[in-house]
């Protein structure tokens, strides 16, 4: 089939690669436009851009998926199937039209749970024990279509977002593949998503990733694990802004945010036992050990995390 792949970010790469290598033909790559980041003002394309760059693929880069020129575009290149791996932009229903065999969305949850921006994260921050990966038909209503295929992923117990998405990107993208080559052979029709079990998951901000010191130890570890890396947790430890690694539940009890430096670690007290400091990283430094980093800041005796 002839293939148009829309997709941006580095866990979207293992797909476009599996489809590249397969027996189908990715006549084009979408995705977000290039941005201009760094002190040099550089330029910077997307993981999936430089991916389709490296193969000589066209990529189409609308500013807005609803710009005239870019449906021109699309059906020039006249896909059969245009499968989609966070591509980071609605599609309207007119681009949706196009390929005769549609869009098909791979999504990091097993839907109906998790529909939104950022499943991985949220699976994590609600303590589930499995997440995976399904493929879907894309329809106007958010992640709602008719699925094609689940896989599924146990949650590790020190799992962070990062690592977690990992292995869901390189393992959805064989999910992709089979189901692209199962609807080229029309042996494959989706399934309805039921009414029940709906959960949502909306973009995780650097708001909503500061770390709540008054929710219990086991909330707060979940919490920064599931927004660790991107926007990693942060917190205000005195008048110092530091962001927050990944953390141990500890024994002791101290009040919500209080801070106690030990020779053992660095604690945090939570609703209800402390919580040990992994790494942490004070802004416009490097990532340090919490310990280290509490020794040459001189914290004061009393000293709060809020």
């Known amino acids: 089939m002839r293939l148009v792949f829309a997709g941006t970010p580095a866990p979207a790469v293992p797909s476009l690669q599996r489809l590249i290598e397969s027996h189908h033909e990715v006549v084009g790559v979408v995705t977000r436009p290039d941005t201009v980041a760094g002190r040099g003002r550089?330029?910077?394309?997307?993981?999936?851009?430089?991916?389709?760059?490296?193969?000589?693929?066209?990529?189409?880069?609308?500013?807005?998926?609803?710009?005239?020129?870019?449906?021109?575009?699309?059906?020039?290149?006249?896909?059969?199937?245009?499968?989609?791996?966070?591509?980071?932009?609605?599609?309207?229903?007119?681009?949706?039209?196009?390929?005769?065999?549609?869009?098909?969305?791979?999504?990091?949850?097993?839907?109906?749970?998790?529909?939104?921006?950022?499943?991985?994260?949220?699976?994590?921050?609600?303590?589930?024990e499995f997440t995976g990966a399904s493929t879907f038909q894309i329809v106007k209503e958010l992640d709602a279509g008719p699925v094609f295929g689940v896989m599924t992923e146990r949650i590790r117990p020190t799992d962070t977002s990062g690592e977690l998405l990992e292995r869901l990107a390189r393992e959805g993208a064989e999910l992709l593949v089979q189901t692209i080559d199962a609807l080229a052979s029309?042996?494959?029709?989706?399934?309805?998503?039921?009414?029940?079990?709906?959960?949502?998951?909306?973009?995780?901000?650097?708001?909503?990733?500061?770390?709540?010191?008054?929710?219990?130890?086991?909330?707060?570890?979940?919490?920064?694990?599931?927004?660790?890396?991107?926007?990693?947790?942060?917190?205000?430890?005195?008048?110092?802004?530091?962001?927050?690694?990944p953390v141990q539940i500890a024994t002791h009890s101290l009040n919500p945010g209080e801070v106690e430096v030990r020779k053992d670690g660095v604690f945090v007290g939570t609703a209800t036992t402390a919580v040990r400091l992994g790494d942490v990283q004070p802004q416009g430094k490097r990532l340090m050990a919490a310990l280290d980093w509490a020794r040459g800041a001189r914290l004061a005796e009393g000293t709060v995390a809020q």
């Open 42 to 128: 550089k330029v910077v394309r997307s993981p999936i851009g430089s991916l389709a760059d490296e193969h000589g693929i066209p990529v189409l880069q609308p500013r807005r998926a609803s710009d005239p020129d870019f449906a021109d575009q699309l059906k020039e290149l006249a896909p059969d199937c245009c499968p989609v791996v966070a591509y980071g932009a609605l599609l309207p229903q007119s681009v949706l039209d196009i390929p005769p065999l549609g869009w098909v969305n791979l999504h990091f949850s097993v839907l109906p749970a998790w529909r939104g921006a950022a499943p991985v994260q949220a699976a994590i921050a609600a303590g589930d």
């Open 186 to 245: 029309g042996a494959l029709q989706a399934v309805p998503q039921s009414g029940d079990g709906v959960s949502y998951a909306p973009k995780v901000t650097v708001d909503s990733a500061r770390v709540r010191w008054d929710h219990p130890a086991l909330a707060v570890d979940r919490q920064i694990r599931a927004v660790t890396p991107a926007p990693g947790a942060w917190t205000e430890i005195g008048d110092l802004r530091v962001k927050v690694g």
